[in-house]
């Protein structure tokens, strides 16, 4: 019914930049609450942006300042833009957006597949 899909990692040298999109598709009404995870080899899943339905934003202490979230509207997709890059950024980062698919009804969590970043010179 409602599908994730990421895009925008890939390689990049530290202190290089990358843009991560996340689209969701299919019987949507609204997105309430957006947010990206990322998760290291080795290293346990962990939240590093989140975005609400007004645009208030949070970030984890590590990205603070390097990471931007971002969203038009309930609808559009969520970004997450990534600055001064650094290798320990690289993981897995997903996108997990919480969607009402019907008015008035209560919203689900939905992931994405993950898109792969690393940093590496």
């Known amino acids: 019914q409602v599908q994730l899909g990421e895009s925008g990692g890939g390689l990049e040298q530290p202190g290089g930049s990358l843009r991560l999109s996340c689209t969701a598709s299919?019987?949507?009404?609204?997105?309430?609450?957006m947010r990206w995870y990322r998760q290291a080899p080795g290293k346990q899943r962990e939240l590093v942006a989140q975005i609400s339905s007004i645009g208030s934003t949070h970030y984890a202490d590590a990205v603070k300042g390097r990471f931007t979230i971002s969203r038009d509207n309930a609808k559009n997709p969520v970004y997450l833009q990534i600055n001064n890059l650094k290798p320990e950024d690289t993981a897995v980062y997903y996108c997990?957006?919480?969607?009402?698919?019907?008015?008035?009804?209560?919203?689900?969590?939905?992931w994405g597949q993950g898109t792969q970043v690393t940093v590496s010179s």
């Open positions: 299919g019987t949507i009404f609204s997105i309430t609450d």
């Open positions: 997990n957006d919480w969607i009402r698919t019907r008015v008035n009804g209560p919203p689900y969590s939905y």
